[in-house]
């Protein structure tokens, strides 16, 4: 196995496996925001086990660099990263939504260590992770700010607004992703209220821009290395995805934006992810 | 606290931005956490001098109010001291959630600048008046709220603002306001000034209202009437003591505020008497209105803001006393 091909596969078990929790926390509830935690799984393995430099024991590191899950919805998806990087205890995934839990549906920095924005209100966290940036820079640091934001969030006019500051002030360690998966609530993005062209508009307002298959671990590793190799423009990484991508029942379909997680569904996927997961790990092994 | 009342009221030559500005300038200096923002009316705030002794800490986002206030949030979570600014009706109609989530519900310490309140936007008319940011802030859990009073209050309370944790919604007068504190009085979030004392009404005033509270007082001192005079300068948390203490003392109690009389002051006081001191109430504001556009004079004449109003009140809550 080539390095290239080792590093996939590595990062391709990471999703895996943050796919797994993810469904795991939401069935022990029995319903949550599935669809749009799995089309971010594959960017989360990147960003928790290739490219963000985070501390776990020291999760407010002040050089460390930030990460702003704008879609504050796809919480599930971060805290399975965090209890793999031992941010957070495994057991406590269980408790998600739980009574006074500190795992809420949406991120919370007050409640969960290694969060960096409270978000959940859609539009606001990309502004949040302006301000960090130029916090950042003011301090003189060479930290990197990461943003996710949704396709349906994106139809908030917030996203324009911080969209063009960040082009204005050359905000050149700022990497936002976009999850592409073309569904919101209602229906297609399409439909609703297309986004057109994304990637042409992030750059009319002054970005780099990218886009990839987000569901292609060294694309998106690669697109970040590509960001990272200059500090002029703030980039835009479109990342094309599929809404609940890993689990075929619920797999691209609008409903799963928040759906159930019943027993039956639990059990037909989880066993499915479980082979995967031996399946990578045996490759890994050779 | 240690303040005097200086009568008789005259009105200040120095306009309140000014003395914002100088007090921000004087911050900066001392503390590198200090940031100021603004949706391009750092001109109209007079901070102009600020972006230029601190380029690298004044962000002027451009007509984007919600992008600021994340901003600011962003800002804060990274420990910097954020001031952020717009005219009042933008600061709390137009980004009320920006300010709820980003700010206040995910405990965020920005300060935030609500100018121009009520009739003093005068001629920007009714879209800029705003008569409704107290009872939105007031809302929001947490959120303290303050309105100085004169130049020597704005110059006390910009530090204090500054390190009281949490969201602070600061609101501000930018021109001239009456003068009614002694030059380097001292005030405390959340206390009540005690301006002048009383037994048989109190008129509890905020910003605009407390110096016709004060002339009130006296025109009321002429008919015989005893009326104590309280400054609220601090929203919320109210000083519930000193309201209950009013309304157990003088059975009577007016509320005065450039604001409507629902959702500001006259709420909050009414809300306080009514669970712990029941007492006559009258509240002079305005009456479930939109604003209009005209000068200073016209408008607290034509909304009832003026001393002869207040006096008017404060007879009417004596008689209700029965």
């Given at each position: 196995?080539?390095?290239l091909e080792?590093k996939?596969?590595?990062?391709e078990?990471?999703a895996?496996?943050?796919r797994r929790?993810?469904?795991g926390q939401i069935?022990?509830?029995g319903?949550g925001?599935l ?5 971010v ?13 985070v501390d ?7 050089d460390r660099d ?6 504050g ?6 805290y399975?990263?965090?209890?793999m990087?031992?941010?957070i205890p495994?057991e406590q995934?269980?408790?998600?939504n ?13 409640r ?5 924005m409270t978000?959940?209100?859609?539009g606001q966290?990309i502004s949040?992770a302006m ?11 060479e930290n990197n700010v990461?943003?996710v934001?949704?396709?349906g969030e994106?139809?908030?006019?917030q996203i324009?607004?911080?969209?063009m500051?960040a082009?204005h002030r050359k905000l ?7 999850d ?6 209602d229906g297609t993005?399409d439909?609703i209220c297309?986004?057109e ?12 821009t990218?886009?990839i298959?987000?569901?292609d671990?060294i694309?998106i590793s690669?697109?970040i290395?590509?960001?990272r ?8 990484i479109?990342m ?8 075929p ?8 934006h928040?759906c159930?997680?019943?027993?039956a569904l ?5 066993a ?9 790990k045996?490759?890994l092994?050779q | 606290?240690?303040?005097?009342v200086?009568?008789p009221?005259?009105?200040?030559t120095t306009e ?7 007090a ?7 503390d590198?956490?200090?940031?100021l923002?603004?949706?391009d ?5 007079g ?5 230029k002794a601190y380029p690298?800490?004044?962000i ?5 109010e919600a992008?600021?206030?994340g901003?600011?949030a962003g800002?804060?979570a990274?420990g910097k ?6 005219f009042?009706?933008?600061m709390?109609r137009?980004v009320c959630?920006?300010?709820?989530i980003s700010?206040a519900y995910?405990?965020q310490n920005?300060k935030?600048?609500?100018s121009?309140p009520g ?7 009714g879209?800029?008046?705003a008569f409704?940011d107290?009872?939105?802030m007031?809302?929001?859990?947490g ?6 009073t004169?130049?020597a209050?704005i110059?006390?309370l ?5 390190y009281?944790?949490g969201v ?6 930018r ?8 030059d380097?009085?001292t005030?405390e979030i959340?206390?009540a000034?005690?301006?002048r004392d009383g ?5 509890i005033?905020?910003?605009?209202c407390v110096?016709?509270a004060l ?11 005893s009326?104590?005079v309280?400054d609220?300068?601090?929203?919320k948390p109210i000083d ?7 309304a157990?003392?003088t059975g ?5 505020e450039n604001?409507n009389?629902?959702g500001?002051?006259g ?5 306080v008497?009514?669970?712990?001191a029941?007492a006559?109430l009258v509240?002079v504001?305005?009456d479930?209105?939109f604003?209009?556009?005209g000068?200073?004079p016209f408008?607290?004449e034509?909304?009832?803001l003026?001393a002869?109003?207040?006096a008017a009140?404060a ?7 029965g």
């Amino acid at each position: 196995m080539t390095e290239l091909e080792r590093k996939r596969k590595t990062l391709e078990l990471r999703a895996a496996e943050i796919r797994r929790l993810t469904l795991g926390q939401i069935h022990k509830v029995g319903i949550g925001h599935l669809g749009g935690s799995l089309s971010v799984a594959d960017l989360l393995a990147v960003l928790y086990f290739d490219k963000m430099r985070v501390d776990p024991k020291n999760p407010k590191w002040a050089d460390r660099d930030r990460l702003v899950m704008s879609k504050g919805h796809a919480g599930p998806a971060v805290y399975a990263c965090l209890a793999m990087r031992g941010f957070i205890p495994m057991e406590q995934l269980d408790t998600l939504n739980q009574p006074y839990t500190n795992l809420p549906s949406h991120c919370d920095m007050n409640r969960t260590p290694g969060i960096d924005m409270t978000t959940g209100s859609l539009g606001q966290g990309i502004s949040c992770a302006m301000g960090i940036a130029m916090a950042c820079r003011a301090d003189g640091r060479e930290n990197n700010v990461y943003f996710v934001c949704g396709d349906g969030e994106t139809q908030e006019g917030q996203i324009w607004e911080a969209a063009m500051f960040a082009g204005h002030r050359k905000l050149g360690r700022v990497i936002g992703f976009l999850d592409y998966n073309r569904l919101q609530i209602d229906g297609t993005t399409d439909d609703i209220c297309s986004l057109e062209s994304p990637a042409k508009k992030y750059e009319a307002f002054g970005w780099r821009t990218e886009e990839i298959d987000g569901h292609d671990v060294i694309a998106i590793s690669d697109a970040i290395e590509r960001a990272r190799a200059q500090a002029e423009k703030p980039t835009m990484i479109v990342m094309h995805t599929t809404k609940g991508k890993g689990v075929p029942e619920i797999e691209n379909q609008a409903s799963n934006h928040n759906c159930n997680v019943n027993d039956a569904l639990y059990a037909a996927a989880s066993a499915r992810l479980d082979s995967e997961i031996a399946a990578l790990k045996e490759v890994l092994a050779q | 606290m240690s303040f005097t009342v200086q009568m008789p009221i005259t009105e200040s030559t120095t306009e309140m931005r000014a003395a914002f500005c100088e007090a921000m300038l004087s911050l900066a200096e001392k503390d590198e956490r200090i940031f100021l923002l603004d949706a391009d009316l750092m001109g109209a705030m007079g901070t102009k001098p600020f972006a230029k002794a601190y380029p690298e800490r004044t962000i002027d986002c451009g007509i984007q109010e919600a992008n600021m206030i994340g901003v600011a949030a962003g800002l804060s979570a990274e420990g910097k001291i954020p001031f952020a600014h717009t005219f009042g009706v933008f600061m709390s109609r137009r980004v009320c959630d920006q300010i709820f989530i980003s700010c206040a519900y995910a405990k965020q310490n920005v300060k935030l600048v609500g100018s121009d309140p009520g009739i003093t936007a005068a001629l920007n008319g009714g879209t800029h008046m705003a008569f409704e940011d107290l009872g939105i802030m007031r809302t929001i859990p947490g959120v303290t709220i303050v309105e100085p009073t004169d130049i020597a209050m704005i110059r006390d309370l910009v530090p204090k603002i500054a390190y009281h944790p949490g969201v602070v919604y600061l609101r501000l007068v930018r021109r001239t306001c009456p003068v009614v504190y002694g030059d380097g009085s001292t005030f405390e979030i959340g206390k009540a000034n005690l301006l002048r004392d009383g037994k048989d009404v109190t008129i509890i005033a905020m910003g605009y209202c407390v110096s016709g509270a004060l002339k009130a007082a006296e025109m009321l001192a002429e008919e015989g009437i005893s009326a104590r005079v309280i400054d609220m300068f601090t929203l919320k948390p109210i000083d519930r003591e000193a309201v209950i203490k009013a309304a157990a003392e003088t059975g009577a109690i007016v509320t005065a505020e450039n604001h409507n009389i629902i959702g500001g002051l006259g709420s909050a006081v009414a809300e306080v008497i009514a669970e712990d001191a029941p007492a006559a109430l009258v509240r002079v504001g305005i009456d479930d209105r939109f604003g209009i556009v005209g000068l200073r004079p016209f408008l607290a004449e034509e909304f009832g803001l003026e001393a002869k109003h207040i006096a008017a009140a404060a007879r009417k809550a004596i008689a209700k006393k029965g």
